[in-house]
């Protein structure tokens, strides 16, 4: 009796161990098969991670931005870890920093949400406002300086509604036409989305 339970007490610490992990690291159940989709891809970088292990989908359009912003964040070495990317229709959002907008860029797939890690430091929202631009790291600095020379990308710091974790590019504003129609492509897909299991990489 003694020896199963014992069996017992091993196997539930390894599987709340193996839950624990999986929620701060591995967060395989976000993950979509996206072999049979048009629009929505999966953007695995260098320099750009997904918090928790989270997948990265965006619109196939958006991905290289998302090169250019690996480039950015690699030649400053600095990482960016996506908080989010596309954000389905009617989706319940939690801690953001401003209300999500109707027209938002994420519902298109292009736009990403996002934290900084320089030098193993984790910069948020309130460290990336832009009254603490000055204060910043040079490296977050000038990452965010070649985002403001980017035509095609907006920092959301330089928002009026300020938005220091947000990188978009502005479809939204290029063409509500294009817009309308790249949020309902990627709702659609989305929505019949087949989940997948997310193995660990062969390094």
């Given at each position: 009796m003694k020896r199963i339970l014992i069996i017992l007490i091993i196997f539930f610490t390894?599987?709340?161990?193996?839950?624990?992990?999986?929620?701060?690291n591995f967060q395989f159940w976000t993950?979509?098969?996206?072999?049979?989709?048009?629009?929505?891809?999966?953007?695995?970088g260098e320099n750009i991670i997904a918090l928790r292990g989270r997948q990265i989908l965006v619109h196939k359009d958006f991905i290289p931005h998302l090169i250019e912003l690996d480039?950015?964040?690699?030649?400053?070495n600095i990482v960016l870890i996506v908080n989010q990317?596309?954000?389905f229709n009617g989706q319940?959002?939690?801690?953001?920093?401003?209300?999500?907008?109707?027209?938002?860029?994420?519902?298109?797939?292009?736009?990403?949400?996002?934290?900084?890690?320089?030098?193993n430091k984790k910069y948020f929202s309130n460290d990336l406002k832009r009254n603490n631009f000055s204060k910043l790291p040079i490296d977050i600095q000038n990452f965010?300086?070649?985002?403001?020379?980017?035509?095609n990308l907006r920092w959301g710091g330089d928002f009026n509604k300020e938005d220091p974790i947000h990188i978009d590019s502005p479809i939204n504003l290029k063409s509500k036409k294009d817009w309308l129609n790249y949020s309902e492509l990627c709702h659609n897909e989305f929505s019949k989305g087949i989940p997948k299991w997310k193995i660990w990489k062969n390094e």
């Open positions: 390894l599987l709340f161990s193996g839950i624990v992990y999986c929620y701060y993950h979509l098969k996206t072999e049979q989709f048009e629009t929505l891809r999966e953007y695995d480039n950015y964040a690699k030649n400053n990317s596309y954000r319940t959002i939690s801690r953001t920093v401003v209300n999500p907008a109707k027209l938002s860029n994420h519902l298109a797939g292009f736009a990403i949400d996002f934290n900084v890690e320089d030098n965010i300086n070649e985002v403001r020379k980017n035509k």
